[in-house]
C-alpha cells in the first residue's frame, strides 16, 4: 500500500515572516504538498502577492494577515481571523525575525539588544500561545516549527551579533520547553537552525570574494545554501507522519555547526 508521508491536504499552515525570503520559499514547499497557507508579515502589499502565486500555482488556498508579532493583540486577533476562515491551524512556522546590524557588543544600545529579542524569540512565544491555546489543544494536534539560526547554537568571529545570538539561542530552548509541555497534547515543537541562505536580502554580501573564502574554511559543503534546500526540512517537520519529532534542533547549514 503506497503512504503518502508527506500530504499534508487540507491541513492548514500559518507561515510568519512571509513576504520574502526563507518563509515564503517554506510555504511553497507546504503548498506544493496540498497545505492551504496563510502568509503573515507586516506589509499587506507583499503578503498578497505571495498568496496569490501560491494559490495559483498550487491549487491550495491561500490568504495573507498583517501582523505585527510583537503585538499580543494583533497575535490573537490574526490567529482569530485564521479560525474563522479555515476552522483550524495545524501548523505555525515562526519564521519571523530581524538582523539588526553588526554592532559590537560594548558598543549595542539596549533599545538594538531588546528590539532582536522582542520580535525573534518574544514574537515567537506570543504566536506559538496564541495558536496552541486556540486551536491545536482543542484539537489535541500541532506541528509547530520554530526557525531559530545556527548562531543560536555557536558564537561568530565574522561579524559581531550578540543580540542576534541571544534571541536564536532563546528561540532554542523555547522550543525545547514547549515540547516538554505541550507534547502530550497532540503538539510537537521542533526548531530549523538555518546556516547562511541565499535571500534577496543576503545574496549580495554571500557572493563576495570576502565570503566565498570564509565558506570554504568554516563550511564543510564549501557554499552556503541556495534556493529550496530548506524546504524538505520544514516538510519533515510538519508531517502528520513525524508523530515521534519532538525537541528536535535541526541545524541545515552545509556542517557549520560540526566543526
Known amino acids: 500500500m503506497l503512504k503518502k508521508y508527506f500530504d499534508l491536504s487540507n491541513h492548514v499552515a500559518l507561515?510568519?515572516?512571509?513576504?520574502?525570503?526563507l518563509g515564503v520559499q517554506m510555504a511553497k514547499a507546504l503548498a506544493s504538498q496540498g497545505c492551504n497557507i496563510v502568509a503573515v508579515a507586516r506589509r499587506q502589499n507583499l503578503i498578497d502577492e505571495v498568496a496569490k502565486e501560491i494559490a495559483e500555482t498550487y491549487g491550495v488556498k491561500a490568504i495573507g494577515i498583517p501582523c505585527d508579532i510583537t503585538d499580543t493583540s494583533k497575535v490573537n486577533e490574526t490567529v482569530d481571523k485564521i479560525l474563522e476562515e479555515f476552522g483550524r491551524i495545524d501548523i505555525l512556522i515562526n519564521n519571523a525575525?530581524?538582523?539588526?546590524?553588526?554592532?559590537?557588543?560594548?558598543?549595542?544600545?539596549?533599545?538594538?539588544?531588546?528590539?532582536?529579542?522582542a520580535i525573534d524569540l518574544t514574537g515567537s512565544f506570543k504566536m506559538a500561545r496564541a495558536v496552541a491555546k486556540k486551536a491545536m489543544i482543542?484539537?489535541?494536534?500541532?506541528?509547530?516549527?520554530?526557525?531559530?539560526?545556527?548562531?543560536g547554537l555557536v558564537g561568530n568571529n565574522i561579524a559581531p551579533a550578540?543580540?542576534?545570538?541571544?534571541?536564536?539561542?532563546?528561540?532554542?530552548?523555547?522550543?525545547r520547553a514547549l515540547a516538554?509541555?505541550?507534547?502530550?497534547?497532540?503538539?510537537t515543537v521542533n526548531a530549523i537552525c538555518p546556516g547562511y541562505f541565499e535571500t534577496p536580502l543576503t545574496k549580495e554580501t554571500l557572493d563576495t570574494e570576502f565570503f566565498q573564502q570564509y565558506a570554504k574554511t568554516m563550511i564543510p559543503l564549501n557554499r552556503y545554501g541556495k534556493e529550496g534546500e530548506l524546504d524538505t526540512a520544514a516538510i519533515f517537520l510538519a508531517s502528520p507522519c513525524s508523530t515521534y519529532v519532538n525537541g528536535v534542533i535541526l541545524p541545515v547549514d552545509g556542517g557549520y555547526t560540526a566543526m
Open 97 to 117: 525575525g530581524t538582523g539588526s546590524g553588526a554592532t559590537s557588543a560594548e558598543n549595542m544600545e539596549d533599545s538594538q539588544f531588546e528590539g532582536e529579542i
Open 15 to 21: 507561515v510568519t515572516g512571509c513576504s520574502s525570503g
Open 162 to 175: 550578540a543580540a542576534y545570538h541571544a534571541a536564536k539561542g532563546g528561540v532554542v530552548n523555547l522550543t
Open 138 to 151: 482543542s484539537a489535541g494536534y500541532g506541528r509547530i516549527i520554530n526557525i531559530a539560526s545556527m548562531y
Open 180 to 187: 516538554s509541555e505541550w507534547g502530550n497534547k497532540g503538539i
